[in-house]
């Protein structure tokens, strides 16, 4: 069963950077699969972020791609968001997750447990 | 960019059919997979390419798609599927990952 955990502070301010790690359990990034980034805020829809392949290869969603870097690293078996000039409009649950390959129709079938991060001076 | 369309709720009785649909241009042309999130819980897929359910996902969770929609059907609904429903689909023109806007199911 693998396991996703994600990690980083629940408060940041705004124009600062959002910055996330999603530690894998379970399972070798190494050995394939996409890594995925949602989020959602509080009371609403989810909102697809972007992924990564075990090869740094990347995929955004055109409305956050100016201000977002997914990153990986197969050593220690994570991988990370970093989400540029916050502000409250990025508050939201995020979540970490594992999808086979989108292009196939596989969806997320891992998910993290989610973080709360909140955008506030 | 693609769009995809959901009512934004729909209620059923216990043991009826419930039917959640997800409208989105030429969506029959695409794979549609669809989550279950219950409240304060993560997503949990329920259908995947279409009509596939993962493993532990109950046979009363079954998925089409044609034409410009999706649905999602659950047969003999309990109240534990009360839940918020969410498509998903893959851009083809843009990869990018699209969800749509989620349905609520009241079981009342």
């Known amino acids: 069963q693998v396991k996703l955990q994600e990690s980083g502070p629940g408060l940041v301010k705004p124009s600062e950077t959002l910055s996330l790690t999603c530690a894998v359990s379970?399972?070798?990034?190494?050995?394939?699969?996409?890594w995925g980034w949602v989020r959602q805020p509080p009371g609403k829809g989810l909102e697809w972020i972007g992924n990564?392949?075990?090869?740094?290869?990347?995929f955004y969603n055109p409305s956050l791609k100016s201000r977002v870097t997914i990153s990986v690293d197969t050593s220690k078996n994570q991988f990370s968001l970093n989400l540029s000039s916050v502000t409250a409009t990025d508050t939201a649950v995020y979540y970490c997750a594992r999808i086979e390959a989108a292009a196939a129709g596989h969806g997320f079938d891992f998910w993290g447990q989610g973080t709360l991060v909140t955008v506030s001076s | 960019s693609y769009e995809l369309t959901q009512p934004p709720s729909v209620s059923v009785s216990p043991g009826q059919t419930a039917t959640i649909t997800c409208s989105g241009d030429k969506l029959g042309n695409k794979y549609s997979c669809w989550y279950q999130q219950k409240a304060g819980q993560s997503p949990v897929l329920v259908i995947y390419?279409?009509?596939n359910r993962p493993s532990g996902i109950p046979e009363r969770f079954s998925g089409s798609n044609s034409g410009n929609t999706a649905t999602l059907t659950i047969s003999g609904t309990q109240i534990m599927d009360e839940a918020d429903y969410y498509c998903?689909?893959?851009?083809?023109?843009?990869?990018?990952?699209?969800f749509g806007g989620g349905t609520k199911l009241t079981v009342l």
């Open positions: 379970d399972y070798s990034i190494s050995s394939g699969f996409y």
């Open positions: 990564i392949f075990r090869t740094g290869k990347t």
């Open positions: 998903q689909a893959w851009d083809s023109n843009t990869d990018d990952v699209v």
């Open positions: 390419q279409d009509y």
